[in-house]
């Protein structure tokens, strides 16, 4: 069976839906010959779409037999509209926002539709940002957002890397931003004298210090303020196979050599192991951390949990 990526892969399930459309038998080669593919690799593709659909209950009714597909019933959720609640409705629109989709674009409108209420886009942008921070940081940043947003000091509890006693400190917090899988809050530190990024996975603690201050005019672009890719760790990954996207922009500062086997290692910079397991993971077996420790791990829970939530 040839190996594809997991984006291929998805959009070839969504491509095989509408040749599921009538019910009874339909021949595994004229399948693989629309997508062009193999006669296995939509057997497998059949199989996965047999344990999908709306909800536990109404699911793809296929199932192979011998060299054909037998579809025993009709498809769920294409025989009737999509259906959002108003909240659903609202993160959409934040997501769609995010990815930097035109407002005034059709799409972006007929949701709007659906978002009953009034909807303050940069409120609920914070909330879905925070809300997939990893490891669970959405008190720390709404906090720390609310404290920025009205110009008040912060008394945070931090650790820095390889420190075993978090220690704590007043700042000034100008913004929030995310990169490479991971929180960060930019500060001026009255200690030190100067402005200073902290991580928020390793800010145990927040509370108002009291004081206030005024934010410098033109703050750096996030990618100014996130750490230098030198001085970052990186986690050596071996890739069964060569693909169209392991490229470094794909895997941002990431350097590969490609072996005469066939496979792939890559060393790829982190500041965070939520972002980098998400990748890892997504390739479904076909890519292995070798280190460090702290990765292989984080892969390892992110599995699990996937695994527990089936």
Do not use: K, N
């Not at 409108?109 to 942008?125: C, M, Q, V």
């Not at 400190?169 to 030190?192: H, I, M």
């Not at 060569?242 to 895997?251: G, I, Q, S, V, Y």
Request: charged share 20%; proline share 6%.
């Amino acid at each position: 069976m040839a190996r594809t990526t997991p984006t291929e892969r998805a959009r070839r399930l969504l491509a095989l839906l509408p040749h599921l459309r009538e019910q009874g038998t339909h021949s595994l080669a004229r399948l693989a010959e629309a997508l062009g593919t193999d006669e296995a690799s939509v057997a497998a593709d059949l199989g996965t779409l047999s344990v999908c659909g709306v909800d536990d209950w109404d699911l793809v009714a296929v199932y192979v037999e011998d060299d054909e597909a037998v579809v025993f019933g009709e498809l769920p959720a294409l025989d009737r509209p999509v259906r959002l609640t108003a909240a659903e409705a609202r993160a959409l629109l934040a997501a769609l926002d995010a990815c930097g989709v035109d407002p005034d674009s059709p799409l972006v409108e007929r949701i709007g539709t659906l978002a009953s209420g009034a909807l303050d886009a940069a409120s609920l942008s914070r909330t879905v940002r925070a809300a997939i921070a990893p490891g669970g940081l959405a008190h720390t940043h709404a906090a720390l957002s609310a404290l920025a947003c009205a110009g008040h000091t912060a008394r945070i509890t931090y650790a820095s890397r390889g420190d075993d006693v978090a220690t704590e400190r007043v700042v000034e917090p100008w913004r929030l931003f995310a990169s490479r899988g991971a929180w960060y809050l930019q500060a001026w530190s009255p200690e030190a004298e100067a402005d200073r990024t902290y991580r928020l996975d390793r800010i145990t603690a927040v509370e108002p210090a009291g004081g206030t201050f005024t934010p410098p005019q033109g703050l750096p672009a996030a990618t100014d303020a996130a750490p230098d890719p030198a001085t970052l760790p990186r986690a050596v990954i071996v890739f069964a196979h060569d693909a169209p996207d392991l490229t470094a922009r794909e895997w941002p500062g990431a350097t590969f050599e490609r072996r005469a086997d066939g496979t792939v290692v890559a060393a790829v910079p982190f500041a965070g192991t939520a972002w980098i397991a998400r990748m890892v993971a997504s390739r479904l077996g076909d890519a292995v951390v070798t280190g460090p420790a702290e990765v292989r791990s984080a892969v390892v829970r992110l599995a699990l949990d996937e695994i527990a939530g089936l």
